[in-house]
Nanobody, 125 residues
């Protein structure tokens, strides 16, 4: 089992930045791919970003490319999502997720076995 706890959300003006953190506990963090998803009211959960088990590969949803950066610190068992140039349409509950390293894709919810409780990010115009 892996437990995930997100932090760093809140209210920010358009154009601003936030950094989300996701602290993992339980099984060895280094063996997992990590992902970020988000869900806005009335919309389906959307893939945001992911990083593979080694940190050598990263993946981004089209709507956040060039603005968001995912990274990991295995010594701290933490994954980060740096969000810059935020837009009102980035408003959502953001979820951290962990999955085994061997799956072929990174963008589907089914690629991940463990999920955090979610954290609200609100971008005002």
């Amino acid at each position: 089992q892996v437990q995930l706890v997100e932090s760093g959300g809140g209210l920010v003006q358009a154009g601003g930045s936030l950094r989300l953190s996701c602290a993992a506990s339980g099984r060895t963090f280094g063996g997992y791919r990590m992902g970020w998803f988000r869900q806005a009211p009335g919309k389906e959960r959307e893939f945001v970003a992911a990083i593979n088990w080694s940190g050598g590969s990263t993946y981004y949803g089209d709507s956040v490319k060039g603005r968001f950066t995912v990274s990991r610190d295995d010594a701290k068992s933490t994954v980060y999502l740096q969000m810059n140039s935020l837009k009102p349409e980035d408003t959502a509950v953001y979820y951290c997720a962990a999955g085994p390293r061997y799956r072929r894709t990174y963008t589907l919810s089914a690629d991940y076995d463990y999920w955090g409780q979610g954290i609200q990010v609100t971008v005002s115009s």
